[in-house]
């Protein structure tokens, strides 16, 4: 059994990085009925860790707020990305690899000592339920400890040759990016543009739409065009180029898009006709103008992509267990400089994940 503390990061209140407090005094969860307990061996890094903390997910947010600013929510009553009221002292992180040490009432023994990924959706027990679901990391306690207690159904085991670390890279962005092209239905031989090619989401969305056989148009920096290419991507543009100037209107089959922001009525102009918009992302700014002409008269599909079925995460730890897709972890830092992490995360120069090691 383990220790009675841990060490964990909490985030104490909406703010800055003065909100993230490193302790090594936290009591150790305790798995209730259907719950297991994991010792985490690493954590990665995401958007939305940065986005809850300075409340981007509450309604009181206008048109030009990007991730990355500084506190735009102003109480506690502000709601998570769910839309539930988010409570602190709350630890973060909703991407977790690691072994289960112990079992809650109604969980088989057998299950101690697997290694796991957890899925970040809470669809059952205290944390969610199939039509409300909770968020790992932002409606409970996430990642960013020693431990953390999740209903069995979200420890998922895997058998793979990967590093905790690298394996820790892939649930929240995978997932994120799996579920989009899933529900666009991207099949093989279309041309698929990627928003935000770079970022976790992104670079994850350019290898599962090429894992399908789809040609992968990549938006980027330039400076990210060799690592993009390598991951699957047939062309990358600069993103500060013109969209449609560059591919012409109805280019395009499918736009999974990270970013949102003023660009987002170009990627209409893109789609051909029945073509399909998916978003699970909005870093470029979460308002954005929509010419409803273009929607209907091109029918075409938009797609919001947060909670899609169990199955779709069943998948990913599949492709990963069949080397399918791969990992791409650029930086790790010890849980306790996280502040620095997610520094270097917001410089946003990197290309895949930042993870951190438990």
């Keep these: ?28 969860p305790q798995p209730q009925a259907g719950e297991v307990l994991i010792r985490i061996a690493a954590a990665g890094v995401n ?4 986005n809850t903390r300075i409340g981007w997910y509450a309604k ?58 957890v899925d970040p959706i809470l669809r059952s027990g205290r944390f969610g339920s199939a039509t409300a679901p909770g968020y790992f990391g932002a409606d409970c306690d996430g990642g960013f400890a020693q431990y953390t207690v999740v209903p069995a159904e979200n ?26 092209v899933h529900r666009s239905d991207v099949q093989a031989g279309e041309r698929v543009l990627v928003t935000g090619a770079s970022g976790g989401v992104g670079s994850a969305a350019v290898q599962l739409a090429r894992r399908r056989g789809a040609e992968v148009i990549a938006v980027a920096s330039n400076s990210k065009a060799e690592g993009l290419r390598a991951i699957g991507a047939s062309r990358v543009i600069d993103r500060g180029a ?23 009525p170009e990627y209409l102009e893109l789609l051909r006709p029945r073509g399909r918009y998916a978003v699970a992302g909005a870093i470029g700014g979460p308002i954005v103008p929509l010419d409803l002409r273009t ?11 947060t909670i899609d079925g169990p199955e779709v995460f069943r998948q990913l730890v599949g492709y990963l267990e069949r080397g399918e897709i791969r990992p791409l972890v650029c930086g790790t830092w010890p849980l306790r400089d996280i502040v620095a992490a997610q520094e270097t995360f917001l410089q946003k120069t990197h ?8």
């Design 242 to 264: 013109s969209l449609v100037d560059t591919l012409g209107k109805d280019a395009i089959d499918v736009v999974i898009d990270c970013v949102g922001g003023p660009q987002f």
């Design 1 to 28: 059994m383990p220790e009675n503390t841990m060490h964990a990061v909490l985030l104490k209140a909406y703010g800055g990085y003065e909100q993230l407090e490193y302790r090594e005094d936290v009591p150790v």
């Design 155 to 180: 420890a998922c085991r895997i058998d793979s040759p990967l590093s905790d670390i690298e394996l820790a890279s892939f649930p929240c962005s995978y997932l994120a990016a799996e579920t989009m």
């Design 351 to 358: 290309l895949g994940k930042l993870v951190l090691t438990i």
């Design 295 to 305: 929607l209907y008269l091109k029918d075409l599909r938009l797609l919001g992509c």
């Design 60 to 117: 009181e947010v206008g048109t030009s707020l990007t991730v990355g600013a500084s506190l735009l929510a102003t109480s506690s009553e502000s709601t998570s990305w769910s839309g539930s009221a988010f409570h602190f002292p709350r630890i973060q992180g909703a991407d977790a690899c690691g072994h289960i040490v112990a079992v809650g009432e109604g969980i088989s023994a057998t299950r101690i000592g697997e290694r796991v990924l």
């Design 47 to 50: 958007n939305t860790d940065i």
